[in-house]
């Protein structure tokens, strides 16, 4: 094998070692596989761990170098314990395919020497090096898989050929660039960015690793998103040692169950029950076996075919055997052994859905997928069922119905139960900023008595229309308390946007519910009514005082509800000293001052919020961690 290597050569690639980082499950923390990273360039005389391939390639020597390079990772995989439960991923520098002396099968010579199977060895390819398109690559990539080798996409997003790349080589992980996992759970951007390549990549039956992931916030956002995998330092550093891999990384499936916890997934509990198990096959089954199922078993038209580990890598389709049924000789073709070992070429992919994904998920890539019969069911990267399009709409009707039991009649919102749930995640999320916002109108009551109780429906219809407008633009919850109190919940958006936009919406609101009076009323500016005491009083046109309480991330303890509502009650008494007031302030400080805020007696009202020194009082309280606006 290293014929075509100088000793100086050889000496120099012998002094390189592999380090091996852990590639773990994102929901339970068992370590999937290892990537193999090259270690010790500077002491083997080389500049950059590139610089060893870029020189082999000048020198006409890539193959050789890479099959040395490749016997050392398999010999140092091959020591792990329990290695045929786990995967090497190893680097394919793409130009290997296209030197002179490239030869097929070598790879398989050396793994049946450190007794390792196909399941076993994921390659990794990249767009570096721009030749991933040409149809000699990707018919090579397509003898790789249908041997049973796994293809990764490396580096997803770092360049501008990827979704191209993705296309023609069909990989079945894709490895999403570090760029876009740094700072992701702040970064509006990057977690639209990759929660769409999760969804992308799921439709086409793929699995995402997310590489680089250094923070807990970094870990639970791409967990939310969609991710199978993660590897970087807040899992492990790349290590030499093999003593020192896991696994199984606890900490990682202590954050996993915390995140379970704190989401309490009840479309998990909607699912079970419709998941239909279609007995799979393994990959390295005799085609003929599959063809005698498929006229023996007539309930579905395909099967799943999983690998030694339990995941699925697709369905093998009944059309895709039909032809050999009716051909001459067909059956026998089958039985031939030698044909009999390609199963891998008649594997289809399918979709794939995680069992911890929402039902609205799970209905979208079903959605996006045409003419098929359902979704794979995974739970921990492994096959579970099948969920057929008809038990899909019987989870989500159910899920439908659970709503309704939970929304208000009126505005069709989710109710105090949903509410409370809601803020009690957002109370145990102590890294994550949340705006909580409590909307109370102000002089409903004598409008109610006044128009009657359809007109007052009317004009709660109203704000609960521009609550579920701003809610979805930006992402954020909005809920009915009851009457005319209503509650809207925003995480990861800076309380001085939030606080606007409540100005906004407390303007439009008195502008349009205007509209509801008559022309007296309007022009007057007012109308008499009882007060809560019988008192017949002015009372001026509706509007909706707000409270806007700002939960800060990174926050030491999780506070109870209790302590919340009390201090929503002590703020709404503050902002009903001013009609149509907005008043905002920072939970943490109030909890740490709560006989400041009762004594303070300073509103300011939606009309004034544009005056200059409405600016300068708003800008004096958001310094302090308190203020009304």
């Avoid at 075509?4 to 390189?16: A, F, G, H, N, Q």
């Avoid at 045929?84 to 991923?89: D, I, N």
Wanted: charged share 25%.
């Amino acid at each position: 094998m290293n014929a075509m290597l100088s000793e100086d050569w050889i000496y120099r690639l012998s002094k390189l070692d592999y380090a091996f980082q852990p590639i773990v499950n994102i929901h339970n923390g068992r370590c999937y596989g290892y990537e193999a990273l090259l270690r010790n360039h500077a002491a083997a005389g080389f500049d950059t761990i590139d610089s060893v391939f870029d020189l082999a390639y000048q020198e006409n020597l890539l193959h050789q170098t890479d099959l040395f390079l490749r016997e050392k990772a398999f010999k140092k995989f091959s020591q792990i314990i329990n290695y045929q439960a786990e995967k090497l991923f190893f680097n394919l520098d793409s130009r290997i395919l296209f030197t002179e002396d490239y030869q097929e099968g070598l790879t398989r010579r050396l793994m049946r020497k450190y007794s390792l199977q196909e399941d076993n060895i994921t390659f990794e390819i990249s767009e570096k090096h721009n030749v991933c398109r040409t149809e000699s690559f990707v018919k090579t990539l397509s003898v790789y898989r249908n041997r049973g080798f796994r293809i990764a996409m490396d580096d997803f997003g770092s360049g501008f050929s990827g979704l191209q790349m993705l296309y023609f080589t069909e990989p079945d992980f894709i490895k999403i660039d570090r760029f876009f996992i740094s700072g992701i759970e702040k970064d509006r951007k990057k977690k639209l960015f990759v929660s769409n390549i999760v969804e992308i990549s799921h439709l086409l039956g793929i699995n995402v690793i997310a590489e680089g992931v250094e923070t807990d916030a970094e870990f639970f956002e791409c967990r939310n998103v969609g991710c199978d995998l993660v590897q970087g330092y807040r899992v492990q550093y790349p290590e030499t040692d093999l003593q020192l891999l896991k696994s199984v990384y606890m900490e990682i499936r202590s954050l996993s169950e915390t995140d379970k916890r704190n989401r309490k997934n009840q479309d998990q509990v909607l699912l079970m029950p419709q998941i239909e198990y279609i007995e799979p096959t393994l990959n390295h089954a005799k085609i003929y076996h599959i063809f005698k199922r498929f006229t023996s078993e007539l309930k579905h038209n395909f099967i799943p075919v999983i690998d030694n580990n339990g995941e699925p890598l697709g369905v093998i389709k009944e059309e895709t055997l039909k032809k050999y049924a009716y051909a001459p000789y067909g059956k026998e073709l089958l039985r031939n052994p030698a044909f009999g070992c390609k199963l891998n070429s008649f594997i289809t992919k399918f979709p794939l859905a995680d069992i911890h994904a929402s039902i609205e998920n799970i209905l979208k890539i079903y959605s996006n997928n045409e003419n098929i019969e359902g979704i794979l069911i995974i739970e921990d990267m492994k096959y579970v069922g099948f969920l057929s399009a008809s038990a899909l709409l019987k989870v989500i009707n159910q899920k439908n119905l659970a709503l309704a039991r939970d929304q208000n009649p009126l505005t069709c919102l989710p109710g105090n139960s949903l509410i409370y749930e809601y803020v009690s995640n957002a109370l145990e999320k102590t890294d994550v900023n949340y705006n909580l916002i409590y909307f109370d109108f102000d002089n409903f009551k004598p409008f109610n008595d006044t128009y009657g109780f359809r007109n007052g429906d009317r004009a709660i219809l109203l704000f609960s229309d521009m609550l579920k407008k701003y809610a979805g633009k930006y992402n954020g919850f909005a809920g009915h308390i009851g009457g005319d109190d209503f509650f809207m919940g925003f995480k990861e958006r800076p309380v001085e946007d939030v606080c606007k936009e409540i100005i906004k919406i407390s303007k439009n609101f008195h502008k349009n519910v205007e509209s509801f009076y008559d022309g007296k009323a309007i022009k007057d500016g007012y109308i008499y009514g009882k007060d809560r005491k019988g008192v017949n009083q002015k009372f001026s046109i509706m509007t909706v005082s707000s409270v806007i309480l700002t939960l800060p991330d990174n926050r030491d303890e999780i506070y109870a509800t209790d302590t919340l509502s009390r201090l929503l009650a002590k703020l709404k008494k503050i902002s009903k000293k001013s009609v149509g007031s907005v008043c905002c302030a920072n939970f943490i400080d109030l909890v740490k001052r709560q006989s400041d805020l009762m004594t303070s007696k300073t509103a300011i009202h939606p009309d004034t919020a544009e005056n200059p020194a409405a600016d300068k009082l708003y800008k004096h309280f958001t310094m302090n961690s308190y203020f009304i606006g």
